[in-house]
């Protein structure tokens, strides 16, 4: 009896804390994870897999840009998750992957622009449903730690996954990672359909005609959409450029970059440990001013200390722990802009993400063979500097009073 109620104690603390449960945070993580680690596994292993399609790097970076132009479609799978419920985008996204990941891995050369189109569709119908399903079930003031908890996927994507596809390519080719994940895929689909209970009630933005551009005319939401393109066209030369600055400076193989990539993920682990734990304190608002100033601060410097391994490895964890902190602050305070309409407003911010990631890996490799590292990170900088600037004059760390149309939404049906 004791030991029932000492884990009930536990169970009830961390509902408490995060809002959900620890069963739930658990499968959530565990779905993310598999959508991460398929989305981040092309970055650090740039090199190998162009190779291996038969792609130059400056080529390559156009494919990453057509996988973003996915980004497109995000605001159709908002409303689609307005009205049908998340769980069903969740389901359509990882199957969507399974076939990109299986095309990606029979295919060479442009061939592989479809596959990687699908890929990236997964990601921008998955995130959107599930960010919104998270921030139905939990209330604001525990929606930064929620949201967080979730978001730990990606730095263990880097943390333990992209070493282990690391050995992968240098032991069995750079197709097998991609028949893994696609196979993964599968199985967090059917995790989805038998485990992940329905949220109790979800908004219809389409049942009362609300559009995604009455939702975009709102300055909030405008500024949201463009924070989000500047963040994350900066995030993508962050993504990009470190393993085909390492593979030139350094020679580093693809177990060297997998290993990087590990660092790279324990910072971002922190960065989410941290602002899990004090975002909701410190205002999210707050939190994202000040991981965008740190992390722009860290890019522009990081051409000081090029010439040594060592030392460059300690920045990239710096930067990447600044990222993520920028990141885990932004999504709970998108989600408060237009809180009628979730599923739209997360679908917009990934509109502009995927905008921001497909700027990102071209503009890193046109920057790269022009002038190289200190041109990237620059630009880089500057793109996180003018985030900053966007956070500080439109977005505040409160829900904002609905507006009259969009305060009419009705809270609708069960999935």
Not at 3 to 26: D, K, P, Q, V, Y
Not at 273 to 300: H, M, Q, T
Not at 325 to 345: K, V
Not at 348 to 353: R, T
């Amino acid at each position: 009896m004791k030991n029932t109620s000492t884990r009930s104690g536990l169970g009830e603390r961390i509902i408490s804390f995060f809002g959900l449960s620890i069963g739930m945070i658990a499968l959530i993580l565990t779905l993310c994870l598999v959508i991460d680690s398929s989305f981040r596994m092309v970055y650090p292993f740039i090199p190998q897999i162009s190779e291996g399609l038969k792609l130059s790097i400056s080529a390559f970076s156009w494919l990453l840009t057509i996988r973003s132009a996915s980004g497109l479609l995000s605001p159709v799978f908002g409303a689609l998750a307005d009205r049908y419920g998340r769980r069903k985008i969740m389901i359509l996204a990882l199957l969507a992957q399974f076939f990109g990941l299986t095309g990606m891995a029979f295919t060479s050369g442009w061939g592989s622009a479809l596959p990687m189109f699908l890929v990236g569709l997964a990601t921008n119908a998955f995130l959107p449903a599930q960010q919104a399903y998270i921030s139905d079930q939990v209330p604001f003031e525990r929606r930064g730690r929620a949201l967080a908890s979730a978001d730990i996927s990606f730095s263990l994507s880097g943390m333990v996954v992209m070493p282990l596809i690391g050995w992968l390519i240098n032991n069995w080719g750079w197709r097998v990672p991609f028949i893994i994940l696609s196979a993964l895929s599968l199985i967090a689909l059917l995790l989805i359909w038998w485990k992940l209970p329905a949220t109790e009630k979800r908004t219809s933005a389409s049942q009362t005609k609300i559009s995604a551009w009455k939702i975009l005319k709102r300055p909030n939401v405008l500024a949201s959409v463009l924070v989000a393109i500047l963040l994350f066209s900066g995030v993508g030369v962050y993504m990009t450029f470190w393993s085909i600055w390492l593979s030139a400076d350094f020679d580093l193989d693809a177990v060297g970059l997998g290993l990087i990539a590990t660092v790279m993920g324990a910072a971002e682990f922190s960065g989410v440990i941290l602002a899990g734990l004090f975002i909701d304190k410190v205002g999210k608002r707050r939190g994202s001013l000040i991981g965008l100033g740190a992390a722009a601060i860290a890019l522009g410097l990081l051409p000081l200390f090029r010439g040594n391994l060592p030392v460059a490895r300690g920045m990239l964890m710096i930067l990447g722990l600044w990222v993520e902190i920028s990141i885990i602050s932004t999504f709970p305070l998108y989600g408060e802009q237009a809180p009628d309409a979730r599923a739209m407003i997360f679908s917009l911010v990934s509109l502009g993400n995927a905008i921001g990631l497909g700027i990102g890996p071209p503009l890193t490799a046109a920057l790269w063979g022009w002038k190289g590292l200190a041109a990237v990170t620059s630009v880089g900088g500057l793109f996180l500097l003018l985030a900053f600037g966007v956070v500080w004059t439109f977005l505040r760390d409160h829900p904002p009073a609905p507006s009259p149309v969009l305060g009419a939404a009705k809270k609708v049906g069960h999935e």
